[in-house]
């Protein structure tokens, strides 16, 4: 099975290697991004032994870096490598500066080979749900370690697993911990074969990985509504929502900030198409004194700042199914109540907390989004109450951050130096 998965990911890189190289040729950006990834893991000298932990994106760079405070704190003399697959999950990473970071490289012996014997991690920490064959085959003839932290696993993926359970079985074997998030995840993973002395469950890190934010607990005049997260769609319904809030309201101030950046000249010209007024984030310090009437975020790291200073938030990527929701649990910590669609798969356990709390409203259909708006503006009072709950919930479920360290330290007993 090794040899076959290494021969076709090797041949689908020599075939689509001309794209490649077209492509780096006209975009700088992507130029960069395959120089990062092939060699950037050669720009710093590893320490001994490391804790190597890899996460997928910007998500997963977040929970880590949690998990890698608290690993410092417990573990003060071990060092930590942080591997990620995105530059935007990159950029959090590096910008952080707690550890060596760099972007994986492509899942093939040619490149993870040297990676490893410059590495030689201690042990391998995968974040939520990165089973790379190539990576996890290669660690796990060298005997390293390996454990899944923060673990999830859909009704679709078990399903899709059990389709190739052999796959799930080859790709796992030299997994020593499976910890997930809550009990059904751990039940969909026992369900594809694993034993149960590989299975527990130690909560969601997300709950350890939102912080409170800085501030005296006042809320600015006028207020802001804020809609994090946005994809295709949500714009264009919070406009709406807005266009029509404007006449009872008129002080109130809105965010958007789309959840990805290379969106952001399309969002604006989607704002200013309406005659809305519109200042970008970055270049708010130009404007001291202006109040703009639409806040446009285009910089990453700074949306939790909006979520602290607003009255309510809407998290995008709920209204369609593709999406499957984004992150509520900042917004929710930051005590303000939390607007979503019905199409929370990859939240699920996040939304029925909220949604259960009180302080998580459940939006039906895009056009569900004014009227509720216009109910918490209506009553501040009842507004505040239901910040209060989601924040409360949020709280409530943290810890799981403290079991996962326990759990890489058991893993480290069986690291290659220590055998």
């Known amino acids: 099975m090794d040899v076959l998965y290494h021969t076709i990911i090797t041949t689908v890189m020599l075939l689509a290697s001309p794209f490649f190289l077209i492509r780096a040729i006209i975009s700088g950006t992507f130029r960069r991004e395959m120089i990062e990834r092939l060699g950037g893991w050669r720009s710093f000298h590893p320490p001994d032994d490391p804790v190597w932990i890899h996460a997928a994106s910007v998500g997963e760079v977040k929970l880590a870096l949690t998990l890698i405070d608290q690993l410092k704190h417990t573990l003060p003399e071990r060092p930590v490598l942080l591997s990620t697959f995105t530059p935007t999950g990159l950029a959090v990473a590096r910008k952080a500066n707690v550890c060596p970071s760099f972007m994986m490289p492509p899942d093939s012996p040619l490149f993870l080979n040297p990676l490893m014997e410059r590495l030689q991690p201690a042990a391998l920490v995968l974040i939520e ?42 790709i796992a074997e030299g997994v020593h911990f499976f910890a997930m998030r809550t009990e059904a995840d751990a039940r969909r993973v026992k369900k594809l074969g694993l034993a149960d002395c590989r299975i527990g469950v130690t909560g969601n890190m997300k709950y350890d990985a939102v912080m409170p934010p800085h501030t005296n607990g006042d809320r600015p005049s006028p207020g802001l509504i804020v809609f994090g997260s946005t994809r295709p769609g949500d714009e264009d319904a919070a406009l709406k929502a807005i266009e029509r809030l404007k006449p009872d309201y008129p002080e109130i101030r809105y965010v958007i900030a789309p959840r990805h950046m290379d969106r952001i000249d399309e969002v604006e010209t989607m704002i200013q198409s309406r005659g809305l007024e519109c200042v970008r984030h970055s270049r708010m310090k130009e404007q001291r004194n202006f109040s703009p009437f639409i806040i446009l975020v285009d910089q990453l790291g700074v949306l939790n700042d909006y979520y602290s200073m607003g009255r309510a938030a809407f998290v995008g990527g709920g209204f369609k199914p593709e999406y499957g929701g984004q992150n509520i649990l900042e917004p929710a910590l930051c005590g303000i109540p939390v607007l979503f669609g019905p199409h929370m798969q990859n939240f699920e356990e996040e939304a029925k907390l909220l949604e259960e709390s ?62």
Not at 132 to 142: A, D, S, V
């Open 129 to 170: 749900a990165e089973l790379w064959p190539g990576l996890l085959r290669t660690c796990h003839k060298q005997g390293i370690p390996m454990v899944l932290l923060n673990g999830r696993m859909s009704e679709g993926s078990m399903i899709r697993y059990q389709k190739l359970n052999p796959l799930f079985s080859w």
């Open 358 to 419: 009180g302080g998580g409203l459940v939006l039906k259909t895009q056009t569900d989004l004014y009227p509720m708006l216009k109910f918490l503006l209506d009553n501040p009072e009842e507004c505040e109450q239901l910040g209060r709950q989601a924040a409360a919930a949020v709280i409530a479920e943290r810890g799981a951050v403290e079991r996962n360290v326990e759990i890489i330290r058991e893993s480290l007993k069986f690291a290659p130096s220590n055998l």
